[in-house]
């Protein structure tokens, strides 16, 4: 089951570690203390592999960032790894969407979370739009890739490389892991201010510039906005300069938050021209 706060079985308005909480009723303390979420989600996930051979092992665990970082129930998959990594597997963070300080408290995602994991895959934040991914991980496992030929016909490149490291630098020296948690903070707040006045805002979510807007027909059953409608929205925005992603299953605005002022657009291409 997806611990989510929101939409799953479980969880409620004490449940994230974020300034945006859903408006769901909780049975947690309010101090965040501890999360009656956390233990049932996990426990569900104790249920599953019991009854799955081979009992006692596990191959790993990948946790897409993107999902779960600003949605999932404190200490959910500091817990999670607990168990798993006994049983012989391995941890793979993907920090693809929430790396290089986009969260704003941390640089890594899976550092908000409490957990180191054995594997950390990343890309588009690392080249700021220039084509370059990365994988780290720890000696061990690396030298398991010494077992057969390995090659990648664009590894190592050095113009992708530098990139790397410029990216590195700008993000240190123009201190933009701050920007991210002071503008990402205004704007959670701001959507939480439109959610007391429009129905249709069933939950807003969020850490840093990591942020997720759910839309939905009914409060009450948090029965999601059918996919028309949401696409409506979406073009309205886009017309007046504002660019929101859509994703997930009924296709709501996601997590990508990307403003864009049409006149400073203009003024830009003008002056190219």
Avoid at 207 to 222: A, F, S
Wanted: negative net charge.
């Amino acid at each position: 089951m997806n611990p989510d706060p929101y939409q799953g079985h479980w969880g409620g308005r004490y449940c994230r570690d974020s300034v945006a909480q859903t408006i769901r009723e909780c049975e947690c303390p309010a101090d965040g203390a501890t999360c009656a979420a956390t233990d049932k989600y996990y426990h569900e996930l104790e249920q599953i592999f019991l009854f799955l051979p081979p009992r006692g092992r596990v191959a790993g665990m990948l946790l897409n960032q993107f999902k779960v970082l600003y949605n999932t129930p404190r200490a959910t998959l500091q817990k999670q790894q607990s168990w798993y990594e006994p049983m012989g597997g391995v941890f793979i963070a993907d920090e693809v969407q929430s790396g290089f300080g986009r969260t704003g408290d941390h640089f890594w995602g899976f550092e908000g979370h409490g957990i180191i994991p054995d594997i950390v895959t990343c890309a588009k934040g690392i080249g700021n739009g220039f084509p370059i991914g990365a994988v780290i991980t720890t000696p061990e496992i690396a030298q398991c890739l010494d077992r057969a030929l390995h090659f990648n016909t664009y590894g190592g490149n050095p113009l992708a490389s530098a990139v790397g490291i410029a990216v590195l630098d700008v993000i240190e020296e123009e201190e933009l892991q701050k920007n991210s948690k002071i503008v990402g903070t205004q704007l959670l707040k701001g959507l939480l201010e439109l959610q007391k006045k429009y129905e249709i805002i069933g939950d807003v979510r969020g850490k840093g510039l990591m942020i997720g807007v759910e839309l939905v027909e009914d409060r009450t059953t948090r029965k999601p906005l059918s996919t028309p409608h949401v696409i409506e929205i979406w073009e309205k925005c886009k017309d007046i300069g504002v660019l929101l992603g859509r994703g997930g299953l009924n296709g709501n605005p996601s997590s990508d938050f990307s403003f864009y002022f049409t006149d400073l657009y203009e003024r830009a291409l003008l002056d190219l021209l």
